[in-house]
């Protein structure tokens, strides 16, 4: 087959594991920077140009769209979803995820388990606000952050206040979760790929820290989590209709909480905590999804 990986990094890590799994087991990969393809849409007979020319023939698509280009890259998915290309994430699947409010709406839809979290628009009434997700100390989120960033821990009610009021008066966009105290600093990433959790680690912050980003200084371990454990991450991923995700929980006295279902999960951390080749079990699973797709009409939404 020919595998095209939709990044815009070829030297990084998950790149080019993706690229040495799909060589490995006998295809021709590319990667395709995505910001590098330009699109011709028509009735008849849509293409995508790349570098000058058609992009030809692709059998498969493993996008990892980087955050920065999700309208961009989510376009370019769709389109090579309606020259009957098959992606590992479909366009309307990375969107949902993305929007972490949809997502989030998306997740208790389905009954998923969650921290209790709050969004407002206009900071009339913050008290209510804070009591509505069970009063200080909370969570506060800028919903553009990312690796942790924008993730804040207000102690007291006072504290929450201000600390709303001030990214109010920035103009961002927050929301305010339930902190829940027994993650301690950790939360488990879980790697599933179609219907299976294919990997699992827990992450621990630095010391005095409540966040477990590996990118501020956590560590990682390799874990076995439980099988309701399993069932949530499976259940998250499905709810949002992907086929590849990184899916973050927290442990807590009510159950795991899904923080988050990430479509562009990162291969180093997980593969070099587990020892597990996550890059071959995800072409291993383009290959099976291509091969049972092959007869049958695609309808794109
Ligand atoms: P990002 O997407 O920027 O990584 P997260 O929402 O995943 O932001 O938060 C970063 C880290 O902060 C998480 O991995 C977790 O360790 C911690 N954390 C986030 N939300 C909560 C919460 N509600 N309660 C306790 N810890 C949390």
Request: hydrophobic share 0%; no cysteine.
């Given at each position: 087959m020919k595998i095209g990986i939709l990044s815009q990094y070829p030297e990084l890590y998950s790149t080019r594991r993706l690229v040495e799994a799909c060589e490995r087991r006998g295809h021709e990969a590319v990667v395709i920077n995505a910001l590098n393809c330009y699109m011709n849409i028509n009735s008849v007979k849509p293409s995508i140009h790349f570098e000058g020319a058609d992009i030809g023939h692709i059998d498969a698509i493993i996008p990892r769209i980087h955050a920065k280009i999700t309208f961009y890259g989510c376009a370019l998915v769709r389109q090579f979803e309606m020259m009957g290309v098959y992606a590992a994430n479909e366009s309307i699947a990375i969107s949902r995820s993305r929007d972490k409010l949809r997502a989030l709406q998306l997740l208790s839809r389905q009954g998923v388990g969650m921290p209790i979290t709050g969004f407002a628009?206009?900071?009339?009434?913050i008290p209510d606000l804070i009591n509505m997700v069970g009063g200080a100390p909370l969570v506060i989120k800028l919903l553009e952050g990312t690796q942790g960033i924008g993730v804040v821990l207000a102690e007291t009610k006072t504290a929450a206040e201000s600390v709303i009021e001030a990214f109010f008066g920035l103009k961002a966009n927050i929301m305010v979760q339930e902190y829940i105290k027994e993650a301690n600093g950790s939360d488990i990433r879980c790697f599933v790929v179609g219907d299976k959790v294919i990997a699992a680690m827990c992450r621990q912050g630095p010391e005095g820290d409540f966040r477990s980003n590996l990118h501020l200084g956590g560590t990682a371990q390799k874990i076995k989590i439980t099988p309701e454990e399993r069932r949530t991450a499976v259940a998250a991923v499905k709810a949002m209709g992907l086929g590849i995700a990184g899916v973050d929980i927290l442990r807590s006295s009510r159950g795991p909480l899904v923080l988050e279902v990430n479509s562009t999960p990162g291969l180093e951390g997980i593969e070099k905590t587990t020892d597990i080749d996550v890059a071959d079990r995800i072409v291993e699973h383009v290959e099976k999804a291509v091969a049972a797709r092959k007869g049958k009409r695609h309808v794109i939404a």
């Open positions: 628009s206009k900071p009339n009434d």
